[in-house]
């Protein structure tokens, strides 16, 4: 394998806050936030998808054992065209809200 090619794919997420701060008297404010989290998944769920390698899935080295000198013996197998890889985190590619409010004194 060529240098520099054992990348996961790229991750676009967007994220969009909107928040309103309200006046009260005596100079003490509340602020009202709304959070969407992966913006672009609520609106098509193909955009936003993360995707990873699980541990143990990728095996591109093989240990064949030790030399008398007591060295390692190891080979590189490398990636197959076909393999499947890497799958998609059901949780982070999700989009999610949240909602705040902080009083400020």
Do not use: C, K
């Not at 005596?26 to 990873?52: A, R, S």
């Amino acid at each position: 394998a060529d240098r520099g090619t054992g990348f996961e794919p790229f991750i676009h997420e967007i994220d969009l806050r909107i928040s309103q701060q309200v006046g009260f008297f005596g100079g003490q404010f509340l602020e009202l936030t709304l959070d969407i989290l992966n913006v672009g998944n609520l609106f098509n769920n193909d955009w936003g998808q993360q995707y990873f390698v699980p541990f143990g899935e990728a095996e591109v080295l093989e240990f064949h054992g030790f030399t008398d000198d007591n060295r390692q013996q190891i080979s590189f197998e490398g990636f197959e065209d076909d393999m499947d890889l890497y799958n998609r985190s059901d949780i982070s590619s999700r989009w999610r809200m949240q909602f705040g409010v902080r009083y400020t004194f």
